[in-house]
């Protein structure tokens, strides 16, 4: 059965940094992988999705990931964070077969420090 | 576009009460699905539809849960009676048509608070 691993709890950066996030699955084709953001009190809205292709996608707000098959990964990145994107993020991966469910990962909450 | 649409956004019961949830999809959405989603978890599915017809209810507890989704639009998910533990944030999403790897889209939610 496929998984969604996300190492991190919880990260805080500071605004203007760096971020990663990582995401790690388990699957047994090739995966179709989405980062959701979920902002208090809301639901979850998708930043992007990998189906195939461009291993490197771009989303919404700025973010990207990076698919790499060798280590099972699908990471999320932004180069400069801001305070407007502490939040809750999910990472997850879509099935390949009628049958098959979207499988959540536990989620990692991101602050923000000014 | 309106997005999905969930009501009530918020719910206090007692435990061994029943509570119902609403959800009305985006128009032409033909694949919905109910997540619960338990304080500092991910979203677990517990049944997807396929215009009127389930697809999935594997995780669905049947003892106490139940869903339908009349005329292939909008949908309600009932509890009966409730636990302590079904104390979480109920997620609606709908998907289109197109396959099975379309994005879904989700509502607000339904936070239920059983005391």
């Known amino acids: 059965a496929q998984s969604v691993t996300q190492p991190d709890i919880h990260i805080t950066v500071s605004e203007g940094a760096s971020l990663e996030l990582r995401c790690n699955y388990s699957y047994g084709a090739t995966p179709y992988l989405f980062w959701y953001v979920q902002s208090p009190g809301q639901g979850l809205q998708l930043l992007l999705k990998?189906?195939?292709?461009?291993?490197l996608v771009q989303g919404i707000k700025g973010f990207e990931a990076e698919f790499k098959r060798s280590q099972s990964s699908f990471n999320l990145r932004k180069p400069s964070v801001h305070w407007s994107d502490a939040a809750e993020y999910f990472c997850a991966v879509g099935p390949y077969n009628y049958g098959q469910n979207f499988v959540f990962g536990p989620g990692t909450r991101l602050s923000v420090l000014p | 576009e309106a997005g999905v649409a969930q009501s009530p956004r918020y719910k206090i019961i007692e435990k061994r009460q029943s509570v119902a949830f609403w959800c009305n999809p985006i128009?032409?959405?033909?694949?919905l699905y109910w997540y619960q989603q338990i304080l500092g978890q991910g979203p677990k599915l517990l049944i997807q539809?396929?215009?009127?017809?389930?697809?999935?209810d594997s995780q669905l507890p049947k003892d106490r849960f139940s869903a339908e989704r009349l005329k292939g639009v909008d949908s309600t998910l009932k509890i009966q009676p409730a636990k302590l533990e079904d104390s979480a944030v109920y997620l609606c999403?709908?998907?289109?048509?197109?396959?099975?790897?379309?994005?879904?889209?989700f509502g607000p939610g339904t936070r239920l608070l059983v005391l």
């Open positions: 128009s032409g959405h033909a694949t």
């Open positions: 990998y189906f195939s292709g461009d291993t």
């Open positions: 539809f396929q215009n009127n017809g389930v697809v999935d």
């Open positions: 999403a709908s998907s289109p048509p197109s396959g099975i790897q379309e994005t879904q889209y």
